[in-house]
């Protein structure tokens, strides 16, 4: 039988401590909270002993100022020798820089079994994670037993008043918390391994050194509840599945990738910059063609009006059908056609029998020829990017056209009894056109070239291995339209 002089022990800075009071990949956010009801301290002394920082009353920013994802602002003289437990249990501690790219600090996100034994994972922080590796079990960011939000995986107020129970119904996300020390529930999961898996492929991105520029700027869905929540999760899905890719039998994540050896642009000859045109020019219309025999399009081509089958935004450039009849595969190669081939005229007009084709020839925009701008990829990476941006192209034009179906076509002329009685309530003219000019701002950057030259649903990074070599990933999520 253990005496008190066996169970506690000494920490630091006059703290109080116990032996296997914490388990192996365990969070920051559960060892600080145990810590909290052993010494009976609120957060501002907790953050004040511990990590020789004053409290953050309110954080606005994308990472919590007192965040438990990375250990950044622990780095202080005092804090990097007495806190080195919980630095251990930070999200970085794992993966490095990628921890806020991958995971957020807006909740805590558990599971309830594991929470049973006092235990919480960084790693459950991954937005790409969505069942618990141990018992397989959904994460949760609610408490379960009355469904109250959790609060931030931070050093706050909010989170360590009553550490690991509910603010609202006040009982614990888990049994082995109720407020008060129960060093033998929390003993931790008795087997982790699965959860070592995962630690050792998230240690991956850590040691290897990845350039991801446009990660940012990467919009899966303008209509997503969180699209920063969902690029976190696809990044890191892209990562887990190029990096270690999944065995066989297992499911295919829900992305298309490709990858070529690469080197940075530098500045090319005239004649290199001509055989380099020539030979993407011949790419992009061999998949134009391929498109247009695939969906039996040349005599639709042939006999639609530029100028009555497409609204032009005259600043923005954003193209849009005039009619809620125009099919979404017509108005993707519009959009498609729109970014590639350099001219002013009306979409698709080359296409047309209203204008005369003689003396036009093809030539690609610029930054569509060059892309990615920064580095020179192989022609087959760039058939890739020209094949992805119509496939996004044509998702954007099914989603615009489910979008505004039941807006019918709030632009065209019509009588003043459009607005009658007879129409039920919010139906009118005025309100299915404001309807439409606020789903036309959502989805300008996808619907106009000017704004965005080729589709934030694209997205790629720098891979470099060794000296020297670099490989460049091209990344886009599988859409369910048929291209």
Sequence with gaps: MRTDSQLFQKAHQGLIGAEAWSSPLEGAYTRVAKLALLNALDARRLCDLLFDRRLVQASFGKIHGRSFLSAAWTSSGRAIQSAAWARCGFLDHYCGRWAPRIASDHQLRLCTSCADVGFQSPLFQIDGLQVCPIHGLPLTTACPHCGEPTPAYALCAEAFRTPMQCLKCGLGYGAAWTGVVMLDSWR????????????????????????????????????????????????????????????????????????????????????????????????????????????????????????????????????????????????????????????????????????????????????????PGDHQVADSTWGHFVWGSFVEDLWTAQQWRRLTSSLEDPFEERCECDSSSSRAPGSSLESRRAAYLQLLRTWTPRLSPRVEAWSSGLSHFIWRQGEGGETFCFVTVKRTGDA
């Design 188 to 371: 931790g999961p008795p087997d982790t391994q699965p959860l070592q898996v995962l630690a050792r492929r998230v240690a991956t991105l850590a040691r290897t050194d990845i350039e991801w520029p446009t990660l940012a700027n990467w919009v899966v869905d303008p209509m997503a509840a969180d699209p920063n929540r969902q690029r976190r999760h696809l990044a890191f899905i892209a990562l887990k599945c190029i990096f270690n890719p999944p065995p066989a039998g297992e499911a295919a994540p829900a992305l298309n990738h490709s990858a070529s050896s690469c080197r940075p642009s530098r500045p090319l000859s005239l004649d290199k910059q001509r055989e380099i045109a020539v030979g993407r020019t011949s790419i992009y219309k061999a998949i134009r063609r391929h498109l247009i025999r695939r969906h039996r399009l040349r005599k639709e081509l042939w006999r639609h009006d530029p100028f009555n089958t497409f609204r032009r935004h005259r600043v923005t450039e954003a193209t849009v059908p005039q009619s809620r009849f125009c099919s979404a595969l017509l108005h993707a190669m519009a959009l498609w056609t729109s970014r590639f081939e350099g001219h002013d005229m009306p979409p698709l007009s080359l296409w047309s029998r209203h204008f005369a084709r003689r003396g036009i020839g093809l030539s690609l925009n610029k930054a569509m020829l060059q892309w």
